[in-house]
């Protein structure tokens, strides 16, 4: 149906300007509720022929609501071909039949447009192996499989979800007037358990050094301060004899017993030093098992470790 017959149609379906036509009027319609349907259908007319569907439909229904007509019926038919919606359109033709289109005058022109409709509709056989699940076309929900879906020409997304799986989905292009057919399984998810440790995981440790290394140089460390201490001691009373005598041999004496004393010294201090850098590479033993955070103390110094 040209797009001049079909406002042919919606001018000759009513009384819009005192035409020959009227609303079908049921007992209960008031005169009130005629007249407000009039207004409406004579309202989606004018927007039908200005191109403007959309708000056609929605006066047109507005008028079926009130005063119910296939003619109304008819229209939005026409609205939803002009659309591009071959489903809708279809469906509202059918209607339009059903409601005594197939006894009036336009019966064989409703025909030819529901025929021409029915031939740009694609049907999807949509199956699902398995249980449960429900399909969805294009974000809308359209029941369980298996399930036959008329589409209208173009892109369309075809979900069967299911729960605890993985919606399947795809997605086909289609020209109009064949029939598809489209396997969809959900594949089960993955269920993915997290065990909690009953005690806090215990971090690889980056101390490789064994033990005794650190050990080894502490003690050395101390030995070699001690002997250094009494080196001093005893630089200090040649220092005292050397004061009192003045002689060449107890000033060799002193410098000899002070440069010992300071070797000593220096070497102490360079082991000691060793074994503070040694002790954060050290690996002691059982340290994994103790409590997180507890502190050793070493020489009055707070040391992050355990001994």
Not at 7 to 17: P, T, Y
Not at 142 to 163: D, F, Q, T, W, Y
Request: glycine share 10%; with cysteine; proline share 4%.
């Amino acid at each position: 149906m040209t797009r001049q017959l079909c406002v042919a149609a919606l001018m000759g379906s009513l009384l819009l300007a005192g035409g020959s036509a009227s609303l079908a009027q049921p007992k209960h319609t008031s005169d009130s509720g005629t007249k407000e349907a009039r207004k409406a259908y004579k309202e989606g007319s004018a927007l039908f022929v200005e191109g403007r569907f959309v708000a056609a439909i929605e006066l047109f229904e507005k008028a079926y609501e009130l005063s119910p007509n296939f003619r109304v019926q008819c229209n939005i038919a026409l609205c939803y071909q002009s659309l591009g919606n071959a489903v809708e359109a279809a469906g509202r033709y059918r209607r339009c039949l059903r409601e005594g289109g197939n006894k009036s005058k336009f019966a064989d022109e409703i025909t030819a447009s529901l025929g021409k409709m029915e031939k740009l509709i694609v049907h999807v056989e949509v199956t699902s192996p398995g249980e449960g699940g429900t399909v969805y076309l294009d974000g809308e929900r359209k029941g369980r499989p298996p399930r036959r879906l008329a589409v209208n020409p173009g892109s369309h997304v075809v979900e069967v979800r299911r729960r605890h799986a993985r919606t399947a989905r795809a997605t086909i292009k289609v020209a109009g007037g064949e029939t598809q057919e489209l396997s969809l399984v959900p594949l089960p998810e993955v269920q993915m358990r997290v065990q909690v440790p009953e005690t806090q995981p215990t971090l690889p440790s980056r101390r490789r050094v064994p033990s005794y290394w650190f050990w080894a140089g502490a003690g050395l460390s101390v030995a070699l301060a001690t002997v250094a201490i009494v080196l001093g001691v005893q630089t200090l009373g040649l220092r005292d004899d050397y004061m009192t005598l003045r002689t060449e041999d107890s000033y060799n004496t002193f410098l000899d017993r002070r440069l010992l004393t300071n070797i000593f010294a220096f070497t102490a201090g360079a082991v000691a030093a060793g074994s503070t850098v040694l002790f954060f590479f050290t690996d002691f033993k059982g340290r994994s098992k103790e409590q997180p955070g507890k502190q050793a103390s070493m020489f009055g110094v707070g040391l992050q470790g355990t001994f």
